[in-house]
């Protein structure tokens, strides 16, 4: 019983967050996607300055610094061009997510060539064959799929928020 009481109100909270972000994607839909996109672009901007900084900051001890130099540039682009387009971003977004993760896959695969004399790879090759399933799926998949995919996440999204509220408040079953 003590338990049930100190997480209640977060019980509840998460809840109702839950629905609020449920009913959100499934009235607006477009701005979701929209704001997804605009997120994505920033966040892959992000990747890629850090990707330049880190390898500006020990250019003499990296070898293929040259490449991992070039995914730095290229992601910081396209981050900055998703930010600036996003209608463009919002059709292809599966696809650039995608696309995103194949080249990480590509930047994990570089880095395990430079460590491997003096590592274990083995866990930076299994990285880099997980972005490249991903990236590969993504591709794949994304354009035809990525309206469908905002609206089932904002239908369980809403359910799933009607859950935490009714285990919350009646069934006190967390």
């Known amino acids: ?4 009481d100190r997480v209640k109100p977060f019980s509840l909270v998460l809840g109702i967050l839950l629905m609020v972000i449920g009913i959100v994607f499934l009235a607006a839909p477009d701005r979701v996607a929209e704001f997804l ?4 672009g920033a966040v892959i901007t992000v990747i890629g300055i850090f990707r330049i900084v880190t390898v500006a900051a020990s250019w003499n001890v990296i070898i293929n610094r040259g490449i991992l130099l070039a995914f730095g540039i290229l992601f910081t682009i396209l981050g900055l ?42 866990p930076t090759i299994i990285s880099g064959l997980i972005h490249l399933a991903f990236g590969i799926g993504m591709v794949y998949s994304a354009i035809v799929v ?10 369980y999204l809403l359910i799933s928020g009607v859950m935490f509220a009714l285990s919350a ?6």
Do not use: W
């Open 81 to 122: 061009f998703m930010l600036f387009n996003p209608d463009i971003t919002i059709t292809l977004v599966g696809a650039v997510i995608g696309i995103l993760a194949i080249m990480m896959a590509i930047d994990r695969f570089v880095t395990a060539n430079r460590l491997k004399k003096v590592a274990n790879v083995t």
């Open 37 to 40: 996109a605009v997120f994505v």
């Open 169 to 174: 408040l009646f069934f006190r079953d967390f």
């Open 146 to 155: 990525f309206s469908l995919i905002i609206v089932l996440a904002g239908i």
């Open 1 to 4: 019983m003590y338990v049930y």
